[in-house]
């Protein structure tokens, strides 16, 4: 493994630890990690969350998270490195709850993190997410529980 690439999974664990900590620390410290510039966008249709489907400045993104979900036991468990492309892959898992209905699901979800070089270090340029927005959308709307206790009505 080169300087850069060890650099790289570095700065992407140090990330992911920070994301991981319960109780969330401040936005302030999450943005840490991140240029001034960076957007997120977490893959999935638009009408289905407030978050899914857009580019968003980061602070906005983390601030529609917080505002609608909680999470517990946020694990990331592989990394993979593209140095030449200064990307970074990660796969965690967690149990999220949609805070105005209570409703909660376990999920793996991926992150690509694209890395720009600053006087600091690595930053993350921009962040995309892909994760389970059908289990979030029916959180949001009230209907997992059913959903996964078999009940069909629960779609409908």
């Not at 505002?67 to 796969?91: G, P, T």
């Not at 967690?94 to 600053?118: P, Q, S």
Request: charged fraction near 20%; proline fraction near 4%; glycine fraction near 8%.
């Amino acid at each position: 493994m080169s300087s850069s690439s060890s650099s790289l999974l570095t700065a992407a664990k140090s990330l992911c630890k920070t994301l991981s900590q319960s109780p969330p620390p401040p936005l302030s410290t999450i943005l840490q990690h991140f240029t001034t510039t960076s957007t997120a966008h977490e893959h999935g249709l638009p009408q289905l969350t407030p978050f899914l489907g857009r580019e968003l400045p980061i602070a906005e993104y983390f601030t529609l998270l917080a505002d609608n979900l909680s999470f517990r036991n946020m694990k990331f468990e592989e990394f993979i490195v593209d140095e030449a492309n200064a990307k970074v892959f990660v796969r965690g898992t967690g149990r999220f709850i949609w805070t105005n209905t209570g409703e909660a699901w376990d999920e793996c979800f991926v992150y690509l993190l694209d890395y720009v070089k600053e006087e600091e270090g690595w930053k993350v340029g921009r962040y995309q997410v892909w994760a389970d927005s059908g289990a979030a959308y029916l959180a949001r709307i009230g209907r997992l529980k059913k959903v996964l206790n078999g009940d069909g009505e629960g779609l409908v």
